[in-house]
Protein backbone atom coordinates (compact mmCIF):
# COMPACT_ATOMS: atom_id res chain seq x y z
CA UNK A 1 0.00 0.00 0.00
CA UNK A 2 0.99 3.22 -0.90
CA UNK A 3 0.74 6.73 1.25
CA UNK A 4 -2.53 7.56 2.19
CA UNK A 5 -3.88 11.12 1.87
CA UNK A 6 -5.13 11.89 5.53
CA UNK A 7 -7.65 14.22 6.28
CA UNK A 8 -7.07 14.20 9.97
CA UNK A 9 -9.82 16.72 11.59
CA UNK A 10 -9.29 18.05 15.24
CA UNK A 11 -5.45 17.07 14.69
CA UNK A 12 -4.59 19.17 17.28
CA UNK A 13 -6.19 17.54 20.25
CA UNK A 14 -4.59 15.40 22.27
CA UNK A 15 -4.99 11.88 20.47
CA UNK A 16 -5.15 13.94 17.11
CA UNK A 17 -1.67 15.35 18.19
CA UNK A 18 -0.13 11.71 18.47
CA UNK A 19 -2.09 10.04 15.65
CA UNK A 20 -0.73 12.53 13.14
CA UNK A 21 2.63 11.96 14.49
CA UNK A 22 2.35 8.45 14.01
CA UNK A 23 0.73 8.69 10.46
CA UNK A 24 3.84 11.29 9.11
CA UNK A 25 6.68 8.95 10.85
CA UNK A 26 4.85 6.06 8.29
CA UNK A 27 4.91 8.06 5.83
CA UNK A 28 1.46 9.47 5.11
CA UNK A 29 -0.08 12.80 3.91
CA UNK A 30 -1.86 14.44 6.28
CA UNK A 31 -4.28 17.29 6.04
CA UNK A 32 -4.47 18.55 10.00
CA UNK A 33 -7.96 20.65 10.67
CA UNK A 34 -7.82 22.17 14.25
CA UNK A 35 -8.40 25.46 15.67
CA UNK A 36 -5.09 25.11 17.62
CA UNK A 37 -1.71 24.20 16.58
CA UNK A 38 0.67 23.73 19.53
CA UNK A 39 0.19 20.28 20.47
CA UNK A 40 1.89 19.65 16.82
CA UNK A 41 4.83 21.28 17.71
CA UNK A 42 7.41 20.83 15.34
CA UNK A 43 5.15 18.25 12.50
CA UNK A 44 4.05 22.23 11.87
CA UNK A 45 7.38 22.07 9.66
CA UNK A 46 6.82 18.66 8.21
CA UNK A 47 7.22 18.83 4.11
CA UNK A 48 3.72 15.62 4.69
CA UNK A 49 2.05 17.96 6.98
CA UNK A 50 -0.98 20.62 5.87
CA UNK A 51 -1.89 22.55 8.79
CA UNK A 52 -5.45 24.52 8.39
CA UNK A 53 -6.45 26.26 10.90
CA UNK A 54 -10.15 26.71 10.57
CA UNK A 55 -13.31 26.40 12.84
CA UNK A 56 -15.85 23.90 11.42
CA UNK A 57 -18.59 25.56 12.67
CA UNK A 58 -19.69 27.78 9.47
CA UNK A 59 -18.79 27.76 5.60
CA UNK A 60 -15.36 25.89 4.79
CA UNK A 61 -14.31 23.88 2.21
CA UNK A 62 -14.92 20.27 3.68
CA UNK A 63 -16.31 18.92 0.56
CA UNK A 64 -12.89 19.91 -1.81
CA UNK A 65 -11.05 18.57 1.27
CA UNK A 66 -12.40 15.40 1.12
CA UNK A 67 -12.78 14.80 -2.18
CA UNK A 68 -9.06 15.12 -2.07
CA UNK A 69 -8.34 12.57 0.76
CA UNK A 70 -8.54 8.78 0.84
CA UNK A 71 -9.35 8.51 4.32
CA UNK A 72 -11.23 11.05 6.92
CA UNK A 73 -11.00 10.85 10.58
CA UNK A 74 -13.01 12.94 12.53
CA UNK A 75 -11.92 13.46 15.72
CA UNK A 76 -13.55 17.25 16.37
CA UNK A 77 -16.10 17.20 19.03
CA UNK A 78 -16.75 18.80 22.71
CA UNK A 79 -15.15 16.24 25.14
CA UNK A 80 -14.65 17.23 28.62
CA UNK A 81 -17.77 16.41 31.19
CA UNK A 82 -17.26 20.06 32.46
CA UNK A 83 -18.74 21.18 29.10
CA UNK A 84 -21.55 19.02 28.85
CA UNK A 85 -22.70 20.53 31.85
CA UNK A 86 -21.44 24.26 31.19
CA UNK A 87 -22.42 24.29 27.71
CA UNK A 88 -24.66 21.34 26.60
CA UNK A 89 -26.21 22.98 23.33
CA UNK A 90 -22.77 23.67 21.93
CA UNK A 91 -21.91 20.11 22.52
CA UNK A 92 -25.38 18.53 20.67
CA UNK A 93 -24.12 21.54 17.68
CA UNK A 94 -20.74 20.43 17.36
CA UNK A 95 -20.85 16.96 18.70
CA UNK A 96 -23.79 15.89 16.22
CA UNK A 97 -25.07 18.05 13.67
CA UNK A 98 -21.22 19.66 12.96
CA UNK A 99 -19.82 16.04 12.53
CA UNK A 100 -22.87 14.69 10.77
CA UNK A 101 -21.67 17.19 7.90
CA UNK A 102 -18.52 15.54 7.65
CA UNK A 103 -20.04 12.05 7.81
CA UNK A 104 -22.43 13.37 4.74
CA UNK A 105 -19.33 14.98 3.34
CA UNK A 106 -17.88 11.13 2.92
CA UNK A 107 -21.00 9.69 2.19
CA UNK A 108 -20.99 11.72 -0.82
CA UNK A 109 -17.49 11.55 -2.12
CA UNK A 110 -17.44 7.62 -1.05
CA UNK A 111 -14.92 7.81 1.38
CA UNK A 112 -13.88 5.61 4.22
CA UNK A 113 -14.32 7.72 7.68
CA UNK A 114 -13.23 6.85 11.03
CA UNK A 115 -15.18 8.51 13.60
CA UNK A 116 -14.31 8.91 17.19
CA UNK A 117 -17.06 8.14 19.38
CA UNK A 118 -17.02 7.53 23.30
CA UNK A 119 -17.35 4.32 25.74
CA UNK A 120 -19.87 7.06 27.51
CA UNK A 121 -22.60 6.16 24.82
CA UNK A 122 -22.51 2.97 27.42
CA UNK A 123 -23.47 5.00 29.88
CA UNK A 124 -24.17 3.27 33.54
CA UNK A 125 -24.10 -0.27 34.36
CA UNK A 126 -27.10 -2.38 35.59
CA UNK A 127 -25.50 -2.67 38.92
CA UNK A 128 -25.32 0.78 39.82
CA UNK A 129 -29.46 0.94 39.17
CA UNK A 130 -31.41 1.50 42.73
CA UNK A 131 -33.55 -1.11 42.21
CA UNK A 132 -30.97 -3.73 40.73
CA UNK A 133 -30.84 -6.81 42.94
CA UNK A 134 -27.74 -8.68 41.30
CA UNK A 135 -26.04 -11.86 43.29
CA UNK A 136 -22.58 -10.21 42.58
CA UNK A 137 -22.80 -6.48 41.76
CA UNK A 138 -18.45 -6.44 42.03
CA UNK A 139 -18.22 -9.00 39.04
CA UNK A 140 -16.64 -6.68 36.51
CA UNK A 141 -19.51 -8.78 33.79
CA UNK A 142 -21.86 -6.34 34.77
CA UNK A 143 -19.35 -3.33 33.57
CA UNK A 144 -17.50 -4.98 30.92
CA UNK A 145 -19.24 -3.37 27.48
CA UNK A 146 -18.97 -5.02 24.31
CA UNK A 147 -19.76 -2.89 21.16
CA UNK A 148 -21.91 -5.30 19.41
CA UNK A 149 -24.24 -6.24 22.28
CA UNK A 150 -24.44 -4.08 25.13
CA UNK A 151 -27.31 -2.02 26.55
CA UNK A 152 -26.81 1.76 26.79
CA UNK A 153 -28.23 3.31 30.21
CA UNK A 154 -28.70 7.10 30.42
CA UNK A 155 -29.66 9.23 32.93
CA UNK A 156 -32.85 11.16 32.61
CA UNK A 157 -33.00 14.84 30.43
CA UNK A 158 -32.54 16.94 34.05
CA UNK A 159 -29.23 15.41 33.94
CA UNK A 160 -27.82 16.55 31.10
CA UNK A 161 -24.12 16.18 31.54
CA UNK A 162 -25.66 12.60 29.18
CA UNK A 163 -26.17 14.62 26.44
CA UNK A 164 -23.07 14.03 24.97
CA UNK A 165 -23.40 10.29 25.32
CA UNK A 166 -26.90 11.07 23.74
CA UNK A 167 -25.22 13.10 20.74
CA UNK A 168 -22.56 10.63 19.82
CA UNK A 169 -25.03 7.62 20.05
CA UNK A 170 -27.37 9.27 17.61
CA UNK A 171 -24.27 9.96 15.28
CA UNK A 172 -23.30 6.40 15.54
CA UNK A 173 -26.78 5.43 14.55
CA UNK A 174 -26.82 7.39 11.70
CA UNK A 175 -23.13 6.79 10.31
CA UNK A 176 -24.79 2.91 10.72
CA UNK A 177 -27.90 3.63 8.53
CA UNK A 178 -25.98 5.28 6.04
CA UNK A 179 -23.74 2.17 5.93
CA UNK A 180 -26.89 0.18 5.42
CA UNK A 181 -28.97 2.10 3.10
CA UNK A 182 -26.15 3.65 1.11
CA UNK A 183 -23.09 1.37 1.58
CA UNK A 184 -21.19 3.87 3.58
CA UNK A 185 -17.56 2.64 4.62
CA UNK A 186 -16.87 3.89 7.97
CA UNK A 187 -15.41 2.67 11.04
CA UNK A 188 -16.46 4.06 14.46
CA UNK A 189 -13.87 3.93 17.76
CA UNK A 190 -15.05 4.45 21.43
CA UNK A 191 -12.24 5.48 23.26
CA UNK A 192 -11.87 4.44 27.16
CA UNK A 193 -9.47 7.40 28.92
CA UNK A 194 -6.82 7.55 27.23
CA UNK A 195 -4.00 9.43 28.76
CA UNK A 196 -0.52 10.22 28.07
CA UNK A 197 1.85 13.44 27.36
CA UNK A 198 0.02 16.39 26.54
CA UNK A 199 -3.50 15.43 27.76
CA UNK A 200 -5.44 18.72 27.98
CA UNK A 201 -3.78 21.63 30.01
CA UNK A 202 -3.62 22.69 33.51
CA UNK A 203 -5.75 24.61 35.39
CA UNK A 204 -3.90 27.07 36.43
CA UNK A 205 -2.74 27.24 33.00
CA UNK A 206 -6.55 28.42 31.79
CA UNK A 207 -8.54 29.26 34.51
CA UNK A 208 -11.53 29.13 32.16
CA UNK A 209 -11.72 25.69 31.13
CA UNK A 210 -12.43 22.49 33.12
CA UNK A 211 -10.52 19.94 31.84
CA UNK A 212 -10.35 15.73 32.58
CA UNK A 213 -9.26 14.28 36.18
CA UNK A 214 -5.63 13.67 35.59
CA UNK A 215 -5.11 17.57 34.56
CA UNK A 216 -7.24 18.77 37.77
CA UNK A 217 -4.80 16.35 40.21
CA UNK A 218 -1.80 16.72 38.40
CA UNK A 219 -1.93 21.17 38.76
CA UNK A 220 -3.07 20.48 42.49
CA UNK A 221 -0.04 18.05 43.37
CA UNK A 222 2.13 21.13 41.46
CA UNK A 223 0.35 23.82 43.47
CA UNK A 224 0.00 22.29 46.80
CA UNK A 225 -3.68 22.63 46.60
CA UNK A 226 -6.04 19.65 47.57
CA UNK A 227 -7.01 17.17 45.20
CA UNK A 228 -10.80 17.00 44.93
CA UNK A 229 -12.91 13.56 44.70
CA UNK A 230 -16.06 14.15 43.44
CA UNK A 231 -18.89 11.73 45.37
CA UNK A 232 -16.50 10.09 47.01
CA UNK A 233 -14.28 9.11 44.38
CA UNK A 234 -15.92 5.76 43.74
CA UNK A 235 -16.40 5.99 40.09
CA UNK A 236 -13.60 3.39 38.30
CA UNK A 237 -12.51 3.99 34.88
CA UNK A 238 -9.46 2.06 32.83
CA UNK A 239 -6.86 4.45 31.92
CA UNK A 240 -5.17 3.56 28.41
CA UNK A 241 -2.07 4.88 27.26
CA UNK A 242 -2.08 6.72 24.30
CA UNK A 243 0.74 4.90 22.51
CA UNK A 244 -0.91 1.77 23.17
CA UNK A 245 -4.57 3.44 21.87
CA UNK A 246 -2.53 5.24 18.85
CA UNK A 247 -1.25 1.65 18.04
CA UNK A 248 -4.56 0.17 17.68
CA UNK A 249 -5.83 3.38 15.81
CA UNK A 250 -3.12 3.05 13.65
CA UNK A 251 -3.83 -0.92 12.25
CA UNK A 252 -7.34 1.03 11.73
CA UNK A 253 -6.25 3.30 9.69
CA UNK A 254 -4.18 0.77 7.49
CA UNK A 255 -7.42 -1.66 7.36
CA UNK A 256 -5.57 -4.88 6.32
CA UNK A 257 -8.31 -6.70 4.56
CA UNK A 258 -11.23 -4.09 5.06
CA UNK A 259 -12.00 -5.83 8.43
CA UNK A 260 -12.53 -2.62 9.82
CA UNK A 261 -15.04 -1.88 7.71
CA UNK A 262 -18.70 -0.73 8.83
CA UNK A 263 -17.27 -2.27 12.52
CA UNK A 264 -17.34 -0.58 15.95
CA UNK A 265 -14.14 -0.38 18.34
CA UNK A 266 -13.49 -0.42 21.70
CA UNK A 267 -9.99 0.68 22.43
CA UNK A 268 -8.88 0.57 26.29
CA UNK A 269 -6.78 -1.28 28.74
CA UNK A 270 -9.01 -3.76 30.57
CA UNK A 271 -6.24 -4.12 33.21
CA UNK A 272 -6.45 -0.44 34.04
CA UNK A 273 -9.06 -0.44 36.36
CA UNK A 274 -9.08 2.07 39.49
CA UNK A 275 -11.55 4.24 41.05
CA UNK A 276 -10.73 7.80 41.23
CA UNK A 277 -9.75 8.00 44.55
CA UNK A 278 -7.14 5.20 44.15
CA UNK A 279 -5.66 7.12 41.07
CA UNK A 280 -5.64 10.58 43.48
CA UNK A 281 -3.83 8.00 46.16
CA UNK A 282 -1.06 6.69 43.38
CA UNK A 283 -0.60 9.91 42.06
CA UNK A 284 0.11 11.54 45.29
CA UNK A 285 2.36 8.45 45.80
CA UNK A 286 4.34 9.23 43.10
CA UNK A 287 4.50 12.90 43.35
CA UNK A 288 5.94 12.07 46.49
CA UNK A 289 8.38 9.47 45.95
CA UNK A 290 9.88 11.58 42.39
CA UNK A 291 9.01 14.84 42.29
CA UNK A 292 8.05 17.29 45.27
CA UNK A 293 10.32 19.59 47.26
CA UNK A 294 11.39 17.65 50.49
CA UNK A 295 9.87 19.10 53.55
CA UNK A 296 6.39 20.67 51.31
CA UNK A 297 3.78 20.12 52.75
CA UNK A 298 1.62 17.46 50.00
CA UNK A 299 -1.89 17.93 48.75
CA UNK A 300 -4.30 16.68 51.19
CA UNK A 301 -7.73 14.62 49.28
CA UNK A 302 -10.80 16.09 50.29
CA UNK A 303 -14.33 15.02 49.24
CA UNK A 304 -17.12 17.26 47.22
CA UNK A 305 -20.50 16.80 45.49
CA UNK A 306 -20.71 16.35 41.23
CA UNK A 307 -22.92 19.58 41.91
CA UNK A 308 -20.73 21.74 43.81
CA UNK A 309 -17.45 20.71 41.47
CA UNK A 310 -19.22 20.62 37.79
CA UNK A 311 -22.80 22.63 38.38
CA UNK A 312 -26.04 21.09 38.57
CA UNK A 313 -27.21 18.51 36.09
CA UNK A 314 -23.99 16.40 36.46
CA UNK A 315 -24.03 12.75 36.72
CA UNK A 316 -21.57 10.12 36.09
CA UNK A 317 -20.62 6.71 34.52
CA UNK A 318 -19.96 4.40 37.64
CA UNK A 319 -17.24 1.74 35.95
CA UNK A 320 -16.72 0.73 32.36
CA UNK A 321 -14.37 -1.57 31.31
CA UNK A 322 -13.71 -2.45 27.40
CA UNK A 323 -14.37 -5.54 25.60
CA UNK A 324 -11.90 -5.69 23.58
CA UNK A 325 -11.86 -9.18 22.10
CA UNK A 326 -13.34 -7.85 18.50
CA UNK A 327 -9.81 -5.53 18.36
CA UNK A 328 -7.89 -8.42 19.51
CA UNK A 329 -8.83 -10.66 17.03
CA UNK A 330 -9.88 -8.90 13.72
CA UNK A 331 -6.53 -6.52 14.64
CA UNK A 332 -4.20 -8.65 16.47
CA UNK A 333 -4.45 -5.39 19.07
CA UNK A 334 -3.12 -6.08 23.06
CA UNK A 335 -2.56 -2.71 25.10
CA UNK A 336 0.81 -2.87 26.80
CA UNK A 337 1.19 -0.16 29.55
CA UNK A 338 -0.17 -0.96 33.07
CA UNK A 339 -1.78 1.87 35.22
CA UNK A 340 0.89 2.31 37.58
CA UNK A 341 3.53 2.93 34.57
CA UNK A 342 1.19 5.20 32.58
CA UNK A 343 -0.10 7.72 35.53
CA UNK A 344 4.11 7.84 36.32
CA UNK A 345 5.47 8.83 32.93
CA UNK A 346 2.67 10.81 32.14
CA UNK A 347 3.18 12.75 35.86
CA UNK A 348 6.89 13.18 34.48
CA UNK A 349 6.05 15.02 31.25
CA UNK A 350 3.77 17.18 32.70
CA UNK A 351 5.94 18.36 35.90
CA UNK A 352 8.97 18.72 33.07
CA UNK A 353 6.50 20.52 30.52
CA UNK A 354 5.29 22.85 34.21
CA UNK A 355 8.58 23.48 35.61
CA UNK A 356 9.88 24.31 32.07
CA UNK A 357 7.28 27.22 31.69
CA UNK A 358 7.66 28.59 35.07
CA UNK A 359 11.54 28.65 34.59
CA UNK A 360 10.87 30.30 31.13
CA UNK A 361 8.35 33.01 32.74
CA UNK A 362 11.18 34.17 35.65
CA UNK A 363 13.83 34.41 32.82
CA UNK A 364 11.36 36.91 31.38
CA UNK A 365 10.43 38.53 34.58
CA UNK A 366 14.01 39.20 35.92
N1 LIG B 1 -13.30 13.88 39.03
C1 LIG B 1 -12.85 14.05 40.34
N2 LIG B 1 -12.08 15.15 40.64
C2 LIG B 1 -11.70 16.07 39.70
C3 LIG B 1 -12.15 15.88 38.35
C4 LIG B 1 -12.95 14.77 38.05
O1 LIG B 1 -13.16 13.25 41.23
O2 LIG B 1 -10.97 17.01 40.05
C5 LIG B 1 -14.07 12.66 38.69
C6 LIG B 1 -15.29 12.82 37.80
O3 LIG B 1 -16.44 13.10 38.59
C7 LIG B 1 -15.38 11.47 37.13
C8 LIG B 1 -13.93 11.02 37.03
O4 LIG B 1 -13.19 11.85 37.93
O5 LIG B 1 -16.05 10.54 37.93
C9 LIG B 1 -13.34 11.13 35.64
O6 LIG B 1 -13.64 12.39 35.14
P1 LIG B 1 -13.00 12.99 33.84
O7 LIG B 1 -13.33 14.44 33.81
O8 LIG B 1 -11.54 12.66 33.77
O9 LIG B 1 -13.71 12.32 32.60
P2 LIG B 1 -14.70 11.09 32.32
O10 LIG B 1 -13.92 9.85 32.53
O11 LIG B 1 -15.86 11.19 33.29
O12 LIG B 1 -15.11 11.32 30.92
Redesign the pocket.
Known amino acids: MGPLRVLNLGAGGFIGSHLTQRLLAEGHIVTAVDLYSDKLGENLEHPRLTFLRQDIRGDWNLDELVEGSDLVIDLIAHA ?3 LYIRIPLDVFRLNFLENLKIAEACVRHGKHLIQFSTC ?1 VYGRTAASLPHAALANPEDPIHATFAEDSSEFILGPVNKHRWIYSSAKQLLERVVHAYGLQEGFHYTIIRPF ?1 FLGPKIDFLPSDNQDGV ?4 S ?2 MDALLTGAP ?5 G ?1 H ?1 R ?1 CYTHIEDAVECIYRIVINAGGVCDREIFNIGSPYNEVS ?1 RQMAEIMREIYARRFATPGDPLSEIVELG ?1 DE ?2 GSGYD ?2 DRRIPDITKARTLLGWEPRWRVQELLESTMEYHVDEFRRKRDALSVRVS
Not at 211 to 214: A, E, K, M, S
Not at 227 to 231: A, C, G, W
Request: aromatic content about 20%; overall charge neutral; cysteine-free.
Open positions: NPGENPRVFFFLQLVNGQRIGFYDS
